[in-house]
């Protein structure tokens, strides 16, 4: 019988594994298809996807978080959640169905009428597999996760690439959506062996529905106030001020917060198990930030230290406007990769409490935005940052009283790696200095500083050693030998 321990290396292992496979795949069917496709696929495909999007964060009503947070669930209270979400995604579906006319009329787009119509089936395939897809959340058994999520999503690139070439043209995009839905919702029903049975009992569902509703508000805050800066800059500052603004958003925050959102995904079922233990959830979470803080703040730092050569090699001068936004969201990382205390209050049922919490921050989130864009685009990253800050510091002070943290616990839970990046960071802006006056292209100067950054980086965790380091690399050669796909 594993220990809780030997669960979350497992968990994070195979959850890892799992997500390196499907981004690689991503990533090379991407560039395939961009190379079969026109834009307009592309941007139609965006378009649905904002809505699309939205209808997600009804899709359950925060059930199947909810089944993993409890402690007990029963086969009665499965099934009920079953026939409710069956009938949620049945809504959605008609809702998406229909409102494909409009939103053709809206982007003046024809081809979303059908193009939505097809796609909103997803809403009811997705919904069937909440359930098997909990309970494999529960036992923590990641493996099968992974598995079935390589497998749909390598299966769904495949159709795509195929249905592209052979001139499908955006509805290949389409397809690729309903068979990753498809081959996914069949395989977890495949690994878990649970069918619904047909009954249904209110009185065996009420005691999820508070956290459920909590949990999917603190959501949809959480997804608009995300989509305010975009919204905002595009209306008021231009498209061109926001292609610079989200490209200087993505490249470096949109990797790490990815990161930290895979290990909150293992977390959350592991601490739930322990929800009464504090003295456990503060030892796991402490650990979730030294990890965290191990794999992202030396690209964070780094990204700061060596973002205008990168941006200048690789994009070219007439990309150098998102410079000091890369800069200000690399900040804006180190705050935001830290902020997990949503999964010790979901993880102990404090959705009400995180709710709470997401309407007050994110309401000043909105505020500084909308303050920010009327002095421009630096002043909007200027005002995420902000906005970030103060989320976490609201979350770090109920958290403290959550499970008894104080400052010092978690200052000394990063300090080491802290420390080590900073030093990192100023090697890095010194060589920079030296490199400029080289007169190298910034493509060199800035494999240069990559290839310094790194050897300074493995020096230093080689010699001193930080925790997560000895715990990744030795628990990592420990299950590699028994990962089997």
């Not at 965290?292 to 060596?306: D, Q, R, S, V």
Request: aromatic letters at 14%; charged letters at 15%; a positive charge.
């Amino acid at each position: 019988m594993e220990n809780l321990h030997e669960k979350t290396v497992k968990g994070l292992t195979w959850n890892g594994l799992g997500s390196v496979v499907v981004q690689i795949d991503r990533l090379l069917a991407g560039i395939i298809l961009a190379n079969l496709l026109d834009p307009k696929s592309f941007g139609l495909i965006a378009i649905l996807t904002i809505f699309v999007g939205f209808g997600l964060l009804f899709q359950d009503l925060g059930f199947g978080a909810a089944l993993v947070q409890k402690k007990i669930v029963t086969d009665i209270q499965n099934s009920s959640i079953f026939w409710i979400n069956i009938s949620i995604g049945l809504i959605l579906t008609t809702f998406g169905h229909f409102s494909g006319f409009f939103l053709a009329k809206l982007f003046d787009q024809e081809e979303l009428s059908q193009l939505m119509t097809v796609l909103s089936f997803t809403f009811l395939i997705n919904s069937i597999a909440i359930i098997p897809l909990s309970i494999l959340k529960r036992s923590v058994d990641f493996k099968k996760i992974a598995q079935v999520t390589v497998i749909s999503s390598l299966f769904s690139s495949i159709s795509a690439i195929t249905l592209a070439y052979w001139g499908y043209g955006v509805w290949a995009l389409v397809i690729r959506a309903l068979v990753n839905s498809i081959f996914s919702t069949i395989l977890y029903f495949v690994v878990v062996k649970w069918l619904p049975k047909p009954r249904f009992s209110w009185k065996d569902v009420k005691p999820f529905i508070k956290f459920g509703l909590n949990y999917s508000g603190a959501g949809i805050f959480n997804y608009f106030s995300r989509k305010v800066d975009d919204i905002a800059i595009g209306k008021f500052l231009g498209s061109e001020a926001l292609g610079l603004y989200s490209r200087g958003y993505s490249f470096l925050m949109i990797p790490v917060v990815s990161v930290r959102n895979e290990i909150i995904k293992v977390m959350f079922p592991i601490l739930s198990t322990k929800q009464d233990d504090k003295i456990v959830l503060k030892t796991k979470f402490l650990s979730m930030v030294k990890v965290i803080a191990f794999l992202c703040f030396p690209i964070l730092f780094g990204g700061i230290a060596t973002s205008e050569f990168f941006v200048e090699g690789f994009l070219g001068e007439s990309w150098l406007g998102m410079v000091n936004i890369m800069k200000i969201m690399c900040v804006c990382g180190l705050v935001e990769v830290l902020n997990i205390g949503e999964v010790v209050f979901m993880a102990t049922g404090q959705t009400g409490l995180l709710l709470r919490i997401s309407i007050f921050t994110r309401v000043i989130f909105i505020l500084l935005i909308l303050a920010g864009v009327f002095l421009g685009i630096d002043y909007v990253a200027l005002a995420v940052l902000i906005g970030t800050l103060i989320n976490f510091l609201v979350n770090f002070k109920y958290l403290q009283e959550s499970i008894d943290l104080s400052s010092v616990h978690f200052f000394n839970a990063i300090k080491q790696v802290l420390v080590i990046s900073i030093a990192m960071y100023i090697a890095l802006v010194t060589a920079s200095h030296y490199l400029a006056q080289l007169k190298f292209s910034p493509l060199i100067n800035f494999f240069i500083l990559f290839l310094l950054g790194g050897a300074f980086w493995i020096s230093a965790i080689l010699k001193y050693r930080p925790y997560p380091s000895e715990y990744i690399i030795s628990k990592f050669l420990y299950y590699k030998s028994k990962v089997r796909i």
